[in-house]
């Protein structure tokens, strides 16, 4: 059983910066990739970046440019920089863990961030 946990969400002005982290226990070579996904009210989760462990990283169209994921190995930690925010940012960002073999999910407990003037 992995653990997965968030935090760093919080309420920002249109056009600020707020880093998420993630913390997930156990080794990072016992993932297979590591991400971010959100669900603002009404919708469905969509993916935000997902990097996989050893590959590469991919983000969706409409963070492109503005987020980055970046990964401390020897803590188990993905972080999420996000910059440039919109208030169509404005979602619950869920990390996720995808395990090594069995490729079974694993999710945090969803961290608020609400991009309001």
């Known amino acids: 059983q992995v653990q997965v946990v968030e935090s760093g969400g919080g309420l920002v002005q249109p056009g600020g910066s707020l880093r998420l982290s993630c913390t997930a226990s156990?080794?990072?070579?016992?993932?297979?990739?590591m991400g971010w996904y959100r669900q603002a009210p009404g919708k469905q989760r969509e993916l935000v970046a997902i990097?996989?462990?050893?590959?590469?990283?991919n983000y969706a169209d409409s963070v492109k440019g503005r987020f980055t994921t970046s990964r401390d190995n020897a803590k188990g930690t993905v972080h999420l920089q996000m910059n440039s925010l919109k208030p169509e940012d404005t979602a619950v960002y869920y990390c996720?863990?995808?395990?090594?073999?069995?490729?079974?999910?694993?999710w945090g407990q969803g961290t608020q961030v609400t991009v309001s003037s």
């Open positions: 996720n863990v995808v395990e090594a073999g069995s490729y079974h999910h694993y």
């Open positions: 156990g080794t990072i070579s016992s993932f297979f990739a």
């Open positions: 990097n996989i462990v050893g590959g590469s990283t």
